[in-house]
T-cell receptor
């Protein structure tokens, strides 16, 4: 199994630019999670999709952040416009059904630096 | 609400030393408990888990026992290796929920 695939692995951009992060979950998993990891705040859940539908986006910091899941094998997290405080590692994770008792499989992450 | 408190790091050990990372939780009912590990430059991966009281999860020489009476899930390894250097996260999954509550993470460095 290929595991969760994320791209790009690294992104350096300037303040004000649009950033798009991509994720391909494990085939057969119907739940997808986007997390952000920073030294100050640790690991934060941004948004949770189940069967391609956003179930909980309460962790999305503000309107500059948006996420989509047009089909079962692809999701994007977009930041527009980006700001230096968005610099973090963004992880995508998937699980079979979304129940918290199940294992979540994490991708390698996208390391974002906004200058 | 659900929450996890884990031992703060960093922790530095010599090879073959004994490792313990404490984790306690607050939750209603009987949550599932996890230890995830993050190696440098990688995403988190499941190390072990337990889904009910008194269950012991084990993997790669690591063990943790779900103790409901002390609301704890401490991680232990009897003899660490340099390759165990990583950040370890304790996590809790509530019943009929989708969210995982993660601890702050404990950085472990093992020296040869």
């Amino acid at each position: 199994d290929a595991g969760v695939i994320q791209s790009p692995r690294h992104e350096v951009t300037e303040m004000g630019q649009e950033v798009t992060l991509r994720c391909k979950p494990i085939s057969g998993h119907n739940s997808l999670f986007w997390y952000r990891q920073t030294m100050m705040r640790g690991l934060e859940l941004l948004i949770y999709f189940n069967n391609n539908v956003p179930i909980d986006d309460s962790g999305m910091p503000e309107d500059r952040f948006s996420a989509k899941m047009p089909n079962a094998s692809f999701s994007t997290l977009k930041i527009q416009p980006s700001e230096p405080r968005d610099s973090a590692v963004y992880f995508c994770a998937s699980s079979r059904t979304g129940l918290a008792e199940e294992t979540q499989y994490f991708g390698p992450g996208t390391r974002l630096l906004v200058l | 609400g659900n929450s996890v408190t884990q031992m703060e790091g960093p922790v530095t050990l010599s090879e073959e030393a004994f490792l313990t990372i404490n984790c306690t939780y607050t939750a209603t009912g009987y949550p599932s408990l996890f230890w995830y590990v993050q190696y440098p430059g990688e995403g988190l991966q499941l190390l072990l888990k337990a889904t009910k009281a008194d269950d012991k999860g084990s993997n790669k020489g690591f063990e943790a026992t779900y103790r409901k009476e002390t609301t704890s899930f401490h991680l232990e390894k009897g003899s660490v290796q340099v390759s165990d250097s990583a950040v370890y996260f304790c996590a809790l999954g509530g019943i009929n929920d989708y969210k995982l509550s993660f601890g702050a993470g404990t950085t472990v460095t093992v020296r040869a």
